[in-house]
C-alpha cells in the first residue's frame, strides 16, 4: 500500500521556523513528484501549492514561500522536508504532501497542522 505520513507541525509566534516531514512507504520517493500543499482555515476545501520536488530533484515554490521555505528529500530514508522560516500568520494551515506516481491516481497524506501566532 502507497502512504504518505506528514509530521512535524506545531504552534509557532511569528518570524519562528518549523521542519515538516513526509514519509512515504509503498513506493519510492524518487520515482515521482512530491508535493506540499497548506489548506488554510478549517473544513475549507481549496489547497494551496507550497512546493514541490520532481523525481530528478528539481524544486519549486509558490511564490509566497520562495526565500522562506526549502523542499528536500532524504531517498535513503523515503522522506520528503519542508523547511519553513519566516513563519506568518498568513502561513496558519493544515499542511498535507502529495504524490503524483505515473499515471496513478494523485494520493495525499492526513495532514499536519501549522498554527502561527503574533
Known amino acids: 500500500e502507497m502512504r504518505l505520513v506528514e509530521s512535524g507541525g506545531g504552534s509557532v509566534q511569528n518570524g519562528g521556523s518549523l521542519r515538516l516531514s513526509c514519509t512515504a512507504s509503498?513506493?519510492?520517493?524518487?520515482?515521482?513528484?512530491i508535493l506540499w500543499y497548506r489548506r488554510p482555515g478549517r473544513g475549507g476545501e481549496e489547497h494551496d501549492f507550497v512546493?514541490?520536488?520532481?523525481?530528478?530533484?528539481?524544486?519549486s515554490y509558490a511564490d509566497s514561500v520562495k526565500g522562506r521555505f526549502t523542499i528536500s528529500r532524504d531517498i535513503a530514508k523515503n522522506m520528503v522536508f519542508l523547511q519553513m522560516s519566516g513563519l506568518q500568520a498568513e502561513d496558519t494551515a493544515m499542511y498535507h504532501c502529495a504524490a503524483v506516481i505515473g499515471s496513478l491516481t494523485p494520493f495525499w497524506g492526513q495532514g499536519t497542522r501549522v498554527t502561527v501566532s503574533s
Open positions: 512546493s514541490g520536488v520532481s523525481d530528478d530533484g528539481v524544486a
Open positions: 509503498g513506493f519510492r520517493i524518487d520515482s515521482g513528484v
